[in-house]
């Protein structure tokens, strides 16, 4: 069984940086692809970024594209999502998840583990 246990949410102001992390259990983390989503009050689930296992390709939204930047640390079982200049449209909750898988995949439905997720705020 996978697990995965995000921490780093909190309130920022506008133009500020926040790290989150996501912590795995289990023995075949360099498996999977691991992503970020973020859902907003009243709005879905969005895809933020994912990172491939073995090959480390990335893909990120557009709206974060320069901004945000994901990264794994293998023998850690922990992924990473650094975000520079923060938005108040950043606002939301924020979630990691795992796919088992080589390829990246950016909708939601194409995942099967998740964290608890962490709020991130944006104050302007």
């Known amino acids: 069984q996978v697990q995965l246990v995000e921490s780093g949410g909190g309130l920022v102001q506008a133009g500020g940086s926040l790290r989150l992390s996501c912590a795995v259990t289990?023995?075949?983390?360099?498996?999977?692809?691991m992503a970020w989503f973020r859902q907003a009050p009243g709005k879905e689930r969005d895809f933020v970024a994912a990172i491939a296992g073995w090959s480390g390709n990335i893909q990120y939204a557009d709206s974060v594209k320069g901004r945000f930047t994901t990264s794994r640390n293998n023998a850690i079982n922990t992924v990473y999502l650094q975000m520079n200049n923060l938005k108040p449209e950043d606002t939301a909750v924020y979630y990691c998840a795992a796919l088992r898988s080589a390829a990246i995949a950016t909708m939601s439905t194409d995942y099967t583990y998740w964290g608890q997720g962490t709020q991130v705020t944006v104050s302007s």
């Open positions: 289990g023995r075949t983390f360099s498996w999977y692809t």
